[in-house]
């Protein structure tokens, strides 16, 4: 499974002088002067196989872990509790995917 990072922009480290310059001198060029011959074309086969998440929404809650359990995750660092709803989410999949008996 892919690892999902996400960050706050405020918890990003602030940008130098010189990354502010880079950036300033980048959205100056003009979108003609953009060389793109490194990028293949997309064609109408990539987008049938493209596959549309439309995002599942979150909602706060509260759970009650056993502090092993909350060790573990949290030793990962930040991101902790986007590996636990990633557990949860292969947990519910694999039940759908299971026959009800």
């Known amino acids: ?11 990003l480290p602030p940008l130098t002088d010189a990354e502010r ?4 001198r980048l959205a ?3 979108d003609e002067e953009i060389d793109f011959s490194d990028i293949p074309e997309l064609t109408e086969e990539d987008f049938a196989r493209g596959v ?3 995002g599942h929404g979150k909602q706060q809650v509260t759970v009650r872990l056993d502090k092993d359990v ?3 995750f949290k030793k ?3 991101g902790y509790q986007t ?3 990633a557990v949860l989410r292969a ?3 694999a039940q759908r995917k299971t026959p009800a008996e």
Request: hydrophobic share 40%.
């Open 1 to 11: 499974m892919g690892r999902t990072v996400r960050v706050k922009l405020e918890d």
């Open 21 to 24: 310059e880079e950036l300033r």
């Open 28 to 30: 100056d060029i003009p």
């Open 52 to 54: 549309w998440h439309t």
């Open 70 to 72: 909350l060790a573990f």
């Open 76 to 78: 990962g660092g930040r």
């Open 83 to 85: 590996r636990i709803n």
């Open 91 to 93: 947990f519910m999949e």
